[in-house]
């Protein structure tokens, strides 16, 4: 399988920032519609952000939106997640997500590539 691996998170203020970055391997990358998704225990995994193959269009969930940027540069196979304005309930472990189909997904149906996640905690 094409693997993706997340890094960048770890505990952080109400407040602040943190930049994810997902890397991906192989040289599918840039094909790929590419998604972020959060999830808190006992919660269902959650939407957070999608971008087209081509960085055309973007897309967020209410609850980020104006806060949050994902972008992506297709020549380091790399998405990223830009989170400003933390609060306490952004805490989640975050998972990026690829989706072969190039355009926007927003159910984690949608997606047929996972990295692992990596913890974000936001504390008050």
């Known amino acids: 399988q094409v693997q993706l691996v997340e890094s960048g998170g770890g505990l952080v203020q109400a407040g602040g920032s943190l930049r994810l970055s997902c890397a991906a391997s192989?040289?599918?990358?840039?094909?790929?519609?590419m998604g972020w998704f959060r999830q808190a225990p006992g919660k269902e995994r959650e939407f957070v952000a999608g971008i087209t193959w081509s960085a055309s269009i973007t897309y967020y969930a209410d609850s980020v939106k104006g806060r949050f940027t994902i972008s992506r540069d297709n020549a380091k196979n790399t998405a990223y997640l830009q989170m400003n304005s933390l609060k306490p309930g952004d805490t989640a472990v975050y998972y990026c997500?690829?989706?072969?189909?190039?355009?926007?997904?927003?159910?984690?149906?949608?997606?047929?590539?996972w990295g692992q996640g990596t913890q974000v905690t936001v504390s008050s």
């Open positions: 997500a690829g989706r072969i189909a190039g355009d926007l997904g927003f159910h984690h149906r949608e997606y047929d590539y």
């Open positions: 192989g040289r599918t990358f840039s094909s790929y519609g």
